[in-house]
């Protein structure tokens, strides 16, 4: 059974939904884009500032507009016999540090 309490955080939640689309409503449409009446709960877990289309270089996979490889793959192909072993100012560990 619900209590009280459970009534509260349930409306409370709601309103919190609520305003984050209508603000969110509000950043869309500074920005251009059309927001239809029906479609403005989307913009719940969606940034205003997305336009949604896939085909679109800035709402995309950038992998697939800029062929830049994942962090992942450029770990697997970084090259092995270059020391990247480097302290914070810039020496390599074999240097001795003067401070």
């Given at each position: 059974?619900?209590?009280?309490?459970?009534?509260?955080?349930?409306?409370?939640?709601?309103?919190?939904?609520?305003?984050?689309?209508?603000?969110?409503?509000?950043?869309?449409?500074?920005?251009?884009?059309?927001?239809?009446?029906?479609?403005?709960?989307?913009?719940?877990?969606l940034s205003?500032?997305?336009?949604?289309?896939?085909?679109?270089?800035?709402?995309?996979?950038?992998?697939?507009?800029?062929?830049?490889?994942?962090?992942?793959?450029?770990?697997?192909?970084?090259?092995?016999?270059?020391?990247?072993?480097?302290?914070?100012?810039?020496?390599?560990?074999?240097?001795?540090?003067?401070?």
């Amino acid at each position: 059974m619900s209590t009280e309490q459970d009534k509260f955080k349930k409306s409370k939640r709601l309103l919190k939904d609520d305003a984050h689309i209508a603000k969110q409503v509000k950043i869309a449409k500074a920005h251009g884009f059309p927001v239809k009446k029906d479609e403005t709960h989307r913009l719940h877990k969606l940034s205003g500032t997305t336009c949604g289309d896939p085909n679109c270089a800035m709402c995309g996979n950038p992998r697939k507009f800029f062929n830049e490889p994942t962090q992942q793959e450029k770990r697997l192909f970084q090259d092995v016999e270059k020391i990247t072993d480097k302290h914070s100012n810039g020496l390599k560990n074999d240097e001795e540090d003067i401070l």
